[in-house]
């Protein structure tokens, strides 16, 4: 905590603790260089509805130019479009979803989804939902929850249009995911997060150091939260499109020591998690997760973990 | 659900539709398989297969549900790419647009609309009778998956 509170004396002005100035010394001192960035836009094929081939075969008849993701099985880039990809017939018969090329890869680390009970905690807007569907063939079930009413909305919309069968949508607060009495196999904690300047240009000018502390707060809770409902061997995946190690190797070493979660190794794009953030010393397993600065995606944080026993 | 069969057979089709798979919340009407039945609570927002909801005793029916009714016997146009095209973005169907026509061609029947692939892009009311060789408009546009965009408006 001194080294941490050291850290911070470096920015004496700045009460606050914010600005793009105290942020990008932060991603510095973390190893990584600032440069303005603009993520390339991805999609993902919805395999359960259409073939891949097929697919790719239309979106070239409609102008539609892709480049496979080397680390995804069913990702693509949007090279050249002579259309908007978010309003061709593929797109709007649930061939095909537009998500961000980093954000497919926390539902491809799970080993298993064929038939399995899965919590999606933090579902809306659903991209991920339709991932974890897709990835399940639309067996098992995967129980969706989002607190905000607004983004259920846009939930529903997303899984009507990709066809998903398996989703049961709750409004609820993760907090509170354990009045259903229900446990899980697979659990994906996608959780709220401060995001990153790379998915959001304003993002230096609206967000503080108290967002990141509170978040950090919130993830904490959802955490502890998700680990009452993992079945034993259970598999939980934690992710966050936040740069600030607050809400991710502090969050994963917090919950290493306190929950009685293990760390998997995962084989997946990314550099490996800091295990020494701001001169603090944090678990050696923290290295198996995987830390994605932005550059062709945008900022990411992604971590597996196994339950191997009770609190 | 009388009011989800009344209007599937609309299409001089029908669908086997187990009633205790069926829940309703608000109106809006899911179909569900026995692992999901088991896991529904009072909070639900949305589960299964979106079948369609009713309002004023109307009911408007899901894209699901109008896929899965495409997949029997029912009455159906398949319109050329350009038509689908047009269809998508809430045009009407010409007569000069579709390349094949099954089930009923008479005036004030409701047909769905499919493209080249068999995928079905919504549905229509045959505005006049489809044996009269004439060119113009044959399909008035009711509902088409372009509504997923304009939802989000």
Known sequence: ????????????????????????????????NFEDVEPKQAIR?????????NVLRRLKLAGVKVQKIAFLEN??????????????????????????????????????????????????????????????????AIIALDVRKRRLAALANHLERCRVSNTVVYQ????????????????????????????????????????????????????????RLLKEDGEMVYSTCSLEPEENEFNMDWAVKNLDLQIEKIQCHGQNGLTNVFGKQ?????????????????????????????? | MKIISGFVAQFNA????????IANKNNRYFLLNQNL???????????????????????????????????????????????AWLFICGRDVFQQGMTKVLGSRKKSSYTLVLNEYDECLGFGKITRNLDEKRTGLAIKNISDIGDFLRREQ
């Open chain 1, 172 to 227: 609820l607060d993760a907090r509170q995911a354990s009045k259903f009495g229900l446990e899980f196999e697979r659990v994906l904690l996608d959780v709220p997060c401060s995001g990153n300047f790379a998915a959001d240009s304003d993002w230096f000018k609206n967000r503080t150091f108290k967002d990141v502390e509170r978040n950090a707060k919130l993830q904490k809770e959802i955490l502890a939260e998700a680990y």
């Open chain 2, 14 to 21: 029908s669908i086997a539709l187990d009633e205790s798979l």
């Open chain 1, 282 to 311: 944090l678990d050696a397993s923290i290295e198996n997760c995987r830390r994605i600065w932005p550059s062709e995606t945008q900022g990411f944080f992604v971590c597996k973990l196994k339950k191997h026993g009770d609190i």
């Open chain 1, 75 to 140: 990702g693509y880039w949007i090279q050249e479009s002579k259309v908007s990809v978010g309003a061709t017939t593929e797109y709007l018969l649930g061939l095909y979803s537009i998500q961000e090329a980093a954000a497919q890869i926390p539902v491809t680390l799970f080993t298993e989804l064929k038939d399995k009970m899965v919590l999606d905690a933090c579902a809306a807007p659903g991209g991920k939902t339709v991932q974890l569907a897709d990835s399940m063939g639309n067996t098992g």
């Open chain 2, 37 to 83: 039945k088991r896991l529904l609570r009072k909070e639900l927002y949305y589960a299964g297969t979106y079948l369609g909801k009713t309002k004023d005793g109307k009911f408007f029916p899901s894209f699901s549900l109008l896929a899965m009714i495409s997949r029997g016997n029912a009455n159906k146009v398949i319109v050329d790419r350009k038509t």
């Open chain 1, 1 to 32: 905590m001194k080294r941490l509170k050291s850290f911070y004396s470096r920015f004496p002005n700045q009460r606050l603790m914010s600005g793009k100035e105290f942020f990008v010394k932060r991603y510095h001192s973390l190893g990584w």
């Open chain 1, 45 to 53: 094929i919805n395999v359960v509805n259409a073939e891949k081939e």
